[in-house]
């Protein structure tokens, strides 16, 4: 059982930064792989960012690349998502997830932290 907590969201200008983070509980952090997803008002749920168990591998959405960072630490079972150039279709609730790295599904999800960029 993984339970995952997000944090860092908030109100920010166009153009400006956040960092999200989610912290899992458990001691088998390590060999999930983690991923961020996101749910706009009347959308659904989007893809954002993954990351592999190890940090050694890393994938974007393309409206990420280049902007968002993806990254973990599995000594302080965290996980982060480092958000540049924000811009006002960001703003969404994040979700931070684990999935068992043999698995393609993620099996355990956050609640939720709100992002909200201003124009």
């Known amino acids: 059982q993984v339970q995952l907590v997000e944090s860092g969201g908030g109100l920010v200008q166009a153009g400006g930064s956040l960092r999200l983070s989610c912290a899992a509980s458990?001691?088998?952090?390590?060999?999930?792989?983690m991923g961020w997803f996101r749910q706009a008002p009347g959308k659904e749920r989007e893809f954002v960012a993954a990351?592999?168990?190890?940090?050694?591998?890393?994938n974007y959405a393309d409206p990420a690349k280049g902007r968002f960072t993806i990254s973990r630490d599995n000594a302080k079972n965290t996980v982060y998502l480092q958000m540049n150039s924000l811009k006002p279709e960001d703003t969404a609730v994040y979700y931070c997830?684990?999935?068992?790295?043999?698995?393609?599904?993620?099996?355990?999800w956050g609640q939720g932290t709100q992002v909200t960029v201003s124009s």
């Open positions: 997830a684990a999935r068992v790295s043999t698995t393609l599904s993620y099996k355990y």
């Open positions: 458990g001691r088998t952090f390590s060999s999930y792989a």
């Open positions: 990351i592999s168990w190890s940090g050694g591998s890393a």
